[in-house]
């Protein structure tokens, strides 16, 4: 049962260009989303996140957009980097069973490339 | 400031042996949680501890255990060891606040470990 899906495992996009990473989930119980962006070997970074009470949330060339009604949210990256380019993980989580927000679900992963 | 650290980075057993790995938090984080990364897939939820008390368990079995300490420093146990869990092992901690504070988790290298 996957209740978080990124549907593309692969994208890429020139430098200077956007980047829009997608992800789906299934959970309503879910109220707080994250992004992680990866490189091998090493453990997920916090890229930027966003509670549901929110519908967008920006930070630097990052921004995140949550359409609660589609169960929906992305990650828009303006300007794309080569320094971009990593595996971006997106995670859910929620208040439920007393974990407060210490269960993270997520997503397969999506791979960015950026083109110089 | 020092991130989450882990230890060891690597480490390469035999099936039916025992594994124990270590986690630091974040200095000020009360909680760990644990995930398992295989190849091609998101993070999976494993356990999460606070305050020394388990607060969230994943879909892993019983071979599985862990504990936090004092300092809350944690430990990842796993007995019997089979091939299928060589994976990345992740820590991430988190400030623990309760009361629908939406909690964010920063994660460590991971240990990677591989059973022969």
């Known amino acids: 049962d996957q209740q978080v899906k990124q549907n593309s495992p692969s994208l890429s996009v020139q430098e200077g260009r956007i980047s829009i990473l997608n992800c789906d989930y299934t959970?309503?119980?879910?109220?707080?989303f994250l992004w992680y962006k990866k490189y091998p070997a090493e453990g997920p970074t916090f890229l930027i996140s966003i509670s549901s009470i929110k519908d967008k949330n920006e930070d630097g060339r990052f921004t995140v957009f949550l359409n609660k009604s589609a169960k929906h949210l992305s990650l828009h990256i303006v300007p794309s980097q080569p320094g971009d380019s990593a595996v971006y993980f997106c995670?859910?989580?929620?208040?439920?069973?007393?974990?407060?927000?210490?269960?993270?679900?997520f997503g397969q992963g999506t791979i960015l490339t950026v083109h110089p | 400031d020092a991130g989450v650290t882990q230890s060891p980075t690597h480490l390469i057993k035999t099936r039916g042996q025992h594994v124990t790995l270590r986690c630091s938090p974040i200095s000020g984080h009360k909680s760990v949680s644990w995930y398992q990364q295989v190849l091609g897939q998101g993070p999976q939820f494993i356990f999460q501890?606070?305050?020394?008390?388990?607060?969230g368990r994943g879909n892993f079995p019983d071979r599985f255990s862990a504990r936090q300490f004092p300092n809350y420093s944690s430990e990842l146990n796993v007995n019997a060891l089979l091939l299928g869990d060589s994976a990345l092992y992740l820590c991430a901690s988190s400030l623990g606040v309760a009361g629908g504070f939406r909690d964010t988790q920063y994660f460590g290298p991971g240990t990677r470990l591989t059973v022969l």
């Open positions: 501890y606070y305050e020394k008390e388990e607060r």
């Open positions: 959970n309503s119980m879910f109220d707080y």
């Open positions: 995670a859910a989580s929620s208040n439920a069973g007393g974990t407060s927000y210490g269960k993270l679900t």
